[in-house]
């Protein structure tokens, strides 16, 4: 037998590792990245107006089969910036048995005025997957992230609703001081289950604790590149209308009020009618220095085009990463 030339391979299936750092030219660019099967990641040649590093987290065949288990270690380097997208939703195939458990296991360490940006394309469960997800972030002096973490209700055009046997997702956001010996500190955990045994106690079906809801996402915002994006989704939470609001005018007025009103004020009322016109539900909420929103939409389109619509209205995101970052939520 032929030995290999090559020394042995320390890293295991479904391992990955992304290295960025500042480039001599400025910019940001790879100083590592590598994977094994099922997990794959593809970056584009760099171009000269490329605001970011861009990599593509994929799998082989479109999605992970029950059993299959990725971790994917990331490490950003002083000042450097990274986007990580994907090229479709992340399909979950079904378990043979619930003892069956598909992972994902993400570690992400953003040094000192280091920026990642992570809007993929949500994750589809199919019917009796079993799936287990958890992303932690570790975060030192004016390092920011933006953290986007949807799930879907499954394959709709094959009948299927919320029918997976588990979903588990957990985001988890520390803090840590310049001293590598310093102890970090949590700012956010947060966890979502959504399981079929989890609703017996209610006495109805997933499905039918979503409440027609075929999207669930979380997005998190922290540091000082999001810092903008972060007091826009808060001011927009505060302005929408409140239980017993009510305009008492004739139509005529409403409309010629609505005529007269800046434009930005007129793109509001345009998307808060799209919200409910499409049953979008959402809050914010401002946690130990981040922004977390919580959103749900009646279909997965329309939750992408309204997550997309508030990210690009604002216009830092697209800034600062550059329009690749948000390939993944454009309508």
């Not at 001081?177 to 949590?186: E, I, M």
């Amino acid at each position: 037998m032929t030995s290999s030339p090559f020394p042995p391979s320390a890293s295991l299936p479904g391992d990955g590792r992304i290295v960025v750092r500042l480039l001599p030219a400025g910019g940001s660019g790879l100083e590592t990245i590598s994977y094994q099967y099922p997990l794959k990641l593809i970056s584009p040649s760099p171009t000269v107006a490329q605001k970011s590093a861009l990599v593509f987290l994929l799998s082989y065949g479109g999605g992970l089969v029950g059993g299959d288990g990725v971790n994917l270690s990331v490490h950003m380097r002083r000042g450097s910036s990274l986007s990580l997208v994907t090229q479709g939703h992340t399909k979950i195939f079904k378990s043979a048995t619930p003892d069956i458990i598909t992972s994902q296991k993400m570690q992400v360490q953003v040094d000192e005025e280091a920026a990642v940006c992570l809007l993929p394309d949500p994750v589809q469960p199919f019917e009796d997957s079993v799936y287990e997800q958890t992303q932690i972030f570790t975060l030192r002096q004016r390092a920011s992230l933006c953290l986007l973490d949807w799930v879907t209700q499954g394959r709709a055009a094959r009948g299927e609703d919320w029918s997976f046997t588990r979903w588990t997702g957990r985001n988890e956001v520390w803090t840590q001081g310049s001293d590598l010996g310093q102890k970090g500190r949590l700012l956010i955990r947060d966890n979502v289950i959504l399981s079929q045994d989890g609703s017996k106690p209610v006495g109805l079906p997933l499905k039918d604790t979503m409440h027609k809801m075929s999207v669930l996402g979380t997005l998190i915002l922290t540091g000082p590149v999001m810092e903008s994006i972060g007091d826009f989704f808060m001011a927009e939470f505060t302005a929408l209308p409140r239980i017993g609001s009510r305009d008492f005018r004739s139509k005529e007025d409403q409309e010629k009020d609505a005529e007269e009103k800046p434009e930005f004020e007129r793109w509001r009322a345009r998307r808060i009618a799209m919200e409910k016109q499409h049953n979008i539900l959402w809050s914010a909420a401002q946690v130990r220095g981040c922004v977390i929103v919580k959103f749900g939409a009646a279909t997965v389109e329309a939750g992408r085009s309204w997550i997309g619509t508030m990210l690009r209205r604002e216009g830092s995101i697209a800034s600062h990463f550059g329009d690749s970052a948000l390939m993944c939520v454009e309508p």
